[in-house]
């Protein structure tokens, strides 16, 4: 939950797009029930909150994990050195500071006093290198070692004060620095693949582990001695349920305490007295964005005005509509709007079918041979949409889409494959014409793996193989810029240049949709999301459910 | 007898290394590896840290070498480490899931048996009456009755409604404060509507078959004679043609030892049940090898274990198949 690598991931299979649901985001609008006794009640310690996710966490060592499941779980039990609060701010949580040095080579973390790991263990400047060592260790099988690889050096200078030394400034590098920090004491010369810990973490966090059932529930406790004071909620349960209609039930029946609603759900199933009174639902801007890539090699996708057009054929709005029931928002770029890197001034594409026959036509592309099909040269312009299985949402947004564009004479075939199948067949050897795909809106806006030029070889992440000078420079001077200021500049012309070439078609950013009961107090929406202070969460003793 | 056990017993062996073969093949020839899984479309992971991971899984080995060290390891009952990133054993993970699996199923297995006996006779000793007539539309409806609409109306009625039944799982939160009794009540109140469920779903095959195969041996002469010497019906029907009737049933139970240790995805996925059913899905969606491969190997194993019993309980059962 608050860790910064769950939201660092693509949107990869429904497992992963729908736990994303759980995942903060802006408010866009708090759910009318519940407000009201807010502030009447006292906050007290006690009750158990129960989450519920669709997948079991695979482990919770979260350096290992890539699933936002594990994440989820393990943001409660560790921390990193940094997190971000509420407003997106990168603050200290087991560092109480940090400086940047040699213009922004060096980063000097000052650590927390007095932490003390689960077991009782002095938390030490000691566990933070363990941790840095154990990231770069290639006998680590770890998907996140990149930003640990920057580092030139890395020191504890005494037992509370850590500090890194970077080749050239790299301003991802201190939202790296959030990820969690492992006890030394107990990983120290041990496999950690085969380690104890991941069955049984132990962390600084503010939930101790107690109980993990495979596949059915992971039972976490209350640390009364966390740093930031004891939650007060005392017991959090994860339960494994993987139907979502059964995960509905469940809520409905009182046994779980929360869930992220569908957009059926949301306006057609929960709009009950009886639901009122007892959930509250919270909508706000999820981090992740819905997109029509193109592969930009192939030839029929090499003019940007026919890229121009596919995105002035497609209303998007409409696609929110029906696909989402309305709840989301146009996206325009790779960021979400609201947030200090987004740049709300870019060029839109308002759907208009009479604009985007007028630039086909530009580009040489007419209905010549009168078959209702556009054509040039004799070929007809037709294209195949690729998605992958389990993401009903992709696949309406495609079934739309090819509606739209037939209406101005483009013919799409739309095929559906299974994940693993479409990375490693389609994607990785860029044999596709069209996707639809979504990707996860990280909070350091950093994208250079996505757009950069070099980043097009086999596996590497820019597949729609898009290149452009000027991008190329902006994002190497952005993520070599500490200055909030500055890498505003650079990121709101790469919006710029992204939105006049859309050399993918922006579609929409969808709502998160949680519903939490309304017998939890203390949560207050923020754009960061809900979940970023769990721990002030609480139940009034005369509504408290689970009393031992 | 011993011999015929020994021989059939040593030609299990080239059947399970043919069955691992193909399986192992099929599985590596799937697109997709558990090392791309875990970092593809990752911002954050570089081709370098997927080398990593694949050198660290072995898989940068040709695929008979695999085989050959994968083998190696099984000979000796070692299933190795699942692929998954808690890297735990493969036993461990398997057999943490199978009681779960096992009691459900037996469970079942046993309400079937105990419904679609008398259900059988009955609509044999009947045949084409009013009743035999009610139970096939009943025992059919349980057939075609998809389980996962059945389970969500049972879950909406007895657990939304009513209150009466939990919805999912197996345990209450508060499992591991009651008495042992509690406990029990508490797992036979989370069994209830899987095991219900999972049983409507079975009758059908298990009733017709007693109804087919009662009906066979009824019009044999010897159950004539029965009746010419005026012996009572109950006595023929229970003494004489059922003993008979029940042989190919032996068949049936164990063919269906297989059955016990497999779950049903897409009913553990309903009722939250995490069994094997459950596990096997998702070690084939993440590529993970030696947990799949291991899950086929004693699945095989017990199937082939299931027919030889079988086998073998038939020649018990049946003198004319032991003078042979």
Known sequence: ?548 | MIKYLLKRIMAMIPMLIGITMISFAIIHIAPGSPADLLIQMNPKASPDAKARLRAYYGLDKPLPVQYYYWLKRIAVLDFGFSFSPDGRKVADKIFERMPVTVTLNVLSLLLIMAVALPLGILSSMYQHSFLDKCATVFVFLGFAWPSFWLALLLMMLFGVKLGWLPISGLTSLNHDTLSVLGMAADYGRHLLLPVLVSAFGGLAGMSRYVRSSMLEVIRQDYITTARAKGLEERSIIYRHALRNALLPIITLLGLSVPGLIGGSVIFETIFSIPGMGQLFWASAMSRDYPLIMGMLVIGSGLTLMGNLIADLSYALADPRIRVK
């Open chain 1, 1 to 548: 939950m608050k860790h910064a690598f769950a939201r660092a991931q693509a949107i990869s299979q429904t497992v992963l797009a729908c736990l994303l649901l759980l995942l903060p985001g802006i408010t866009a609008f708090a759910g009318a029930a519940g407000q009201v006794a807010e502030d009447s009640a006292d906050p007290a310690h006690g009750d158990t909150f129960i989450d519920s996710s669709i997948g079991d966490a695979s482990t919770l060592i979260p350096i290992l994990a890539s699933d936002s499941a594990s994440h989820s779980v393990a943001g409660l039990i560790y921390n990193g050195l940094v997190k971000y609060d509420k407003n997106l701010n990168l603050i200290g949580d087991l560092a109480e500071s940090w400086e940047i040095l040699d213009k922004g080579l060096t980063i000097r973390f000052h650590l927390r006093k007095n932490v003390l790991w689960h077991d009782g263990h002095p938390f030490t400047s000691r566990d933070v290198l363990f941790t840095y060592r154990t990231m770069c260790d290639p006998k680590t099988p770890t998907a996140y070692a990149d930003p640990f690889l920057q580092v030139k050096d890395a020191r504890a200078l005494d037992d509370f004060t850590f500090q890194v030394h970077y080749a050239k400034p790299f301003a991802p590098a201190l939202e790296s620095w959030g990820l969690s920090v492992l006890p030394e004491h107990l990983l120290k010369d041990k496999d950690i693949v085969k380690s104890e810990l991941s069955r049984h973490p132990v962390g600084t966090g503010p939930y101790i582990f107690q109980s993990w059932e495979s596949g059915a529930k992971i039972t976490l406790q209350a640390n009364p001695r966390y740093f930031e004071g004891r939650p007060f909620i005392d017991r959090y349960v994860y339960r494994v349920i993987p139907d979502s209609a059964t995960m509905f039930l469940e809520l409905k029946s009182g046994t779980i305490d929360r869930m992220g609603l569908t957009p059926m759900q949301y306006t057609r199933q929960t709009d009950t007295p009886y639901f009122r009174q007892y959930f509250k639902k919270y909508c706000y801007l999820s981090f992740s964005y819905t997109y029509l890539g193109y592969n930009l090699k192939n030839p029929l996708f090499k003019d940007s005005r026919v890229r121009q057009a596919i995105s002035c054929a497609i209303d998007k709005q409409e696609l929110i509509d029906v696909v989402h029931m309305g709840l989301g928002q146009i996206a325009t770029g790779p960021y979400k709007p609201g947030t200090w890197v987004y740049n709300p001034q870019v060029k839109r594409y308002p759907f208009n079918q009479h604009q985007a026959r007028e630039l086909l036509s530009k580009a040489g592309w007419a209905d010549h041979d009168g078959d209702g099909v556009i054509d040039r040269d004799g070929t007809p312009f037709q294209f195949t949409i690729l998605t992958n299985i389990g993401n009903n949402e992709r696949a309406k947004c495609a079934e739309i889409i090819q509606y739209r564009l037939a209406q101005v004479g483009i013919r799409v075939k739309i095929r559906i494959i299974e994940w693993a199948s479409f990375i490693n067949q389609f994607i990785n050897q860029r044999r596709f014409e069209a996707v639809i795909l979504g990707w996860t809106i990280p909070q350091d806006p950093d994208l250079y793996d996505i757009w950069y030029s070099g980043k097009t070889k086999p596996e590497e992440l820019n597949f729609i193989s898009y290149s452009n000078a000027e991008v190329d420079g902006l994002l190497i001077k952005a993520r070599n810029t500490f200055d909030q200021n500055e890498r505003r500049k650079y990121y709101f012309r790469i919006q710029e240049i992204l939105a006049e070439e859309q050399p993918c078609t922006f579609l929409y950013v969808p709502d998160a949709l949680p519903v939490i009961s309304s017998r939890f107090h203390g949560i207050e929406p923020a754009p960061i999301g809900i979940d970023y202070n769990f721990i002030k969460w609480y139940v009034p003793k005369q509504e408290q459910k689970y009393v031992p």
